[in-house]
């Protein structure tokens, strides 16, 4: 099988899966515990909330908070920072973003809230004049991703978060890195020194799914929001998943070691299949393509053709791929990212998303070169929009 679908979920890492089975045997007790046996799951919490604290730049690791997930953490820090400013009743986010952000808004503005939806033009880049009109004094949250998880566009977020303290120290700034944690530099006392609260998961990144966490500044105004005993330091109800939190803080670890090779690897094949499909296939065009990319991401558009049929044809010759979110792959209906873009309806069907890990390999990347331009081909005979005889589109039909 050849696996190109790592932003919807990694692998778990070898070494990850080693460092966390003693969590599942020999220290399977529970953290609150207050006998002895139980101190060295406690301990391996706390070294591993140090350890990751450490990799974003965190100046304490009591500014980090262990969670579920990144969709979990998106939902304690919009709904926890309403909860501690009450009488600001304003959000601001891109059109573009993960449900994670969108469906929180949107219930926010059931519940009487104004939300300000940013767009984005046809690279799927940020409209900075959009976003600066946006901020207004009654605005309590900034909730923009880092990296998009279907093109892979990069919002420029230190400029975004420079942008809101100017206008006004009191708005709190979120950033949904869940597509670029461990892929970009994350430095919240560094480039992200404006950015408030940070989300992410670790499934993203070669950890198992069930664990994320969320960055909180030390001084922002926010209020516990699942609601419980007193772990995470009286921020999070429930009983902490010690394996996983440690399975978490190992996958950061392995990621660090070899990160520019890695990371330049995974960029190197990504342009090598893109180019190579842009080369093969008429009438194919990069989603995002002139825009700054995540390095192990490709969106990619085929005129004329459906994308679950694409999907069915690569999946049958075991090449896993995706059609944008994971979350929203059961939807026939368009990527809401892509149509924000306003890619051309006759592709906008037909987009495939491929993204590669730093276990992708040379090989895989050649065999999918081999095999997509013929599913394409066969497709397109299908396909009423599609002149077989001559190879190109049909020519439209005055009404």
Known sequence: MIYLDNNATTSVASEVLESMLPFFKENYFNPSSMYDAARAARVAIEEARSQIAGFIGASESSELMFTSCATESVNAAIFGAIAANPSRRHVVTTVVEHPAVLEVCKRLTHDGFEVSFVGVDKNGEIDLGEFVRAIRPDTLIVAIMHANNETGVIFPIERLARITKETDPSILFL??????????????????????????????????????????????????????????????????????????????????????????????????????????????????????????????????????????????????????????????????????????FSAVHGSVRFSLSKYTTEPEIDFVLEKFPNIITQLRRLSPYWDQKNNKPRKQIES
């Open 175 to 344: 950033c949904d890195a869940t597509q670029s944690m461990t892929k970009l530099h994350i430095n919240v006392s560094d480039n992200f020194r404006n950015v408030d609260m940070v989300a992410f998961s670790g499934h993203k990144f070669h950890a198992p799914k069930g664990v994320g966490g969320l960055y909180i500044r030390r001084g922002s105004r926010w209020r516990q929001f699942l609601i419980g005993g007193h772990q995470e330091s009286g921020r999070r109800g429930g009983t902490e998943n010690v394996a996983f939190i440690v399975g978490m803080a190992k996958a950061m670890e392995v990621a660090a070691k070899n990160h520019v090779e890695d990371i330049a690897r995974m960029e190197r094949l990504r342009n090598k299949l893109e180019n190579g499909i842009l080369e093969r296939i008429p009438h194919s065009i990069v989603n995002g393509t002139t825009a700054a990319r995540m390095p192990n991401t490709l969106n990619v558009a085929v005129h004329f053709v459906e994308g679950e049929g694409i999907l069915y044809q690569l999946s049958s010759c075991n090449i896993c791929a995706s059609s944008g979110s994971a979350c929203t792959s059961g939807s026939l209906e368009p990527s809401h990212v892509l149509t924000a873009m306003q890619i051309p």
